[in-house]
T-cell receptor, first 110, second 116 residues
Framework: RKEVEQDPGPFNVPEGATVAFNCTYSNSASQSFFWYRQDCRKEPKLLMSVYSSGNEDGRFTAQLNRASQYISLLIRDSKLSDSATYLCVVNIRGDYKLSFGAGTTVTVRA | DTAVSQTPKYLVTQMGNDKSIKCEQNLGHDTMYWYKQDSKKFLKIMFSYNNKELIINETVPNRFSPKSPDKAHLNLHINSLELGDSAVYFC???????????????FGQGTRLTVV
C-alpha cells in the first residue's frame, strides 16, 4: 500500500469555480503534512503546510482529519494560474524524508 | 541567488555510460535528498543525508552512489546507465525532518536524464 494516495484527476474547472480534492495517508505516525505545487517541467514548491485545526492561505484552505487519515485542499475562485499538479506530502515522525502522493492535476479554463 | 542548484539541467547519454549530477544548497540546511520522478510523475525518495551522513537508501541499485563532501553538497553518480534510469532527478534540502515541526523542503530545478 502506498504511503500517500491521491485522486489523480484531472479536475477541469472554469475560472471562478471552487475545486476540492483529498489525499489519504497510511501511516498513523505521520506528523507533518503539506501541499506542494508542481508546474509542468518544474520543481515542486511548497504551497502550504497543513495544521491540525485547518488553515487558510488566501483562496486556499487545507484540512487535516487525523482520525480518518486524510488531508484536503480547497481552492476558491480558481484562477488560470492555479493550473498545476498538487502534491500531497507527509512526513512520518523520526523519518528523514518527505513521502509524496502521485499528485492531483487541476486545469482551470477561461 | 538560487537556493538549491543542480547541474546539469539536461543529460542525454548512451546505455552503459557513467554520469554524475551535482547539487549544492546555500540555505544552511542539515538534510539533503535525491528524489526520482518517473514518467508517471511519482516522486520517490532515493537517498537522504543528514550532516553528510547517509540516513536513507531506499532500495536503490548499487549503480547509484551518492556522495556528500560537505553539508552543502550532495552529488549523485550513476554507473552503467540503463534505459530505465531515464527520469527527472531532483535534489532537495530542508532543515531536519521528523522533529515534529512543519519544515519546508526546497527543490532544485531537476535534471532530466535520458538514456538512449
Amino acid at each position: 500500500r502506498k504511503e500517500v494516495e491521491q485522486d489523480p484527476g484531472p479536475f477541469n474547472v472554469p475560472e471562478g469555480a471552487t475545486v476540492a480534492f483529498n489525499c489519504t495517508y497510511s501511516n498513523s505516525a505521520s506528523q507533518s503534512f503539506f501541499w506542494y505545487r508542481q508546474d509542468c517541467r518544474k520543481e515542486p514548491k511548497l504551497l502550504m503546510s497543513v495544521y491540525s485545526s485547518g488553515n487558510e492561505d488566501g483562496r486556499f484552505t487545507a484540512q487535516l482529519n487525523r482520525a480518518s487519515q486524510y488531508i484536503s485542499l480547497l481552492i476558491r475562485d480558481s484562477k488560470l494560474s492555479d493550473s498545476a499538479t498538487y502534491l500531497c506530502v507527509v512526513n512520518i515522525r523520526g523519518d528523514y524524508k518527505l513521502s509524496f502522493g502521485a499528485g492531483t492535476t487541476v486545469t482551470v479554463r477561461a | 541567488d538560487t537556493a538549491v542548484s543542480q547541474t546539469p539541467k539536461y543529460l542525454v547519454t548512451q546505455m552503459g555510460n557513467d554520469k554524475s549530477i551535482k547539487c549544492e544548497q546555500n540555505l544552511g540546511h542539515d538534510t539533503m535528498y535525491w528524489y526520482k520522478q518517473d514518467s508517471k510523475k511519482f516522486l520517490k525518495i532515493m537517498f537522504s543525508y543528514n550532516n553528510k551522513e547517509l540516513i536513507i537508501n531506499e532500495t536503490v541499485p548499487n549503480r547509484f552512489s551518492p556522495k556528500s563532501p560537505d553539508k552543502a553538497h550532495l552529488n549523485l553518480h550513476i554507473n552503467s546507465l540503463e534505459l530505465g534510469d531515464s527520469a527527472v532527478y531532483f535534489c532537495a534540502s530542508s532543515p531536519v525532518l521528523g522533529q515534529g515541526m512543519n519544515t519546508e523542503a526546497f527543490f532544485g530545478q531537476g535534471t532530466r536524464l535520458t538514456v538512449v
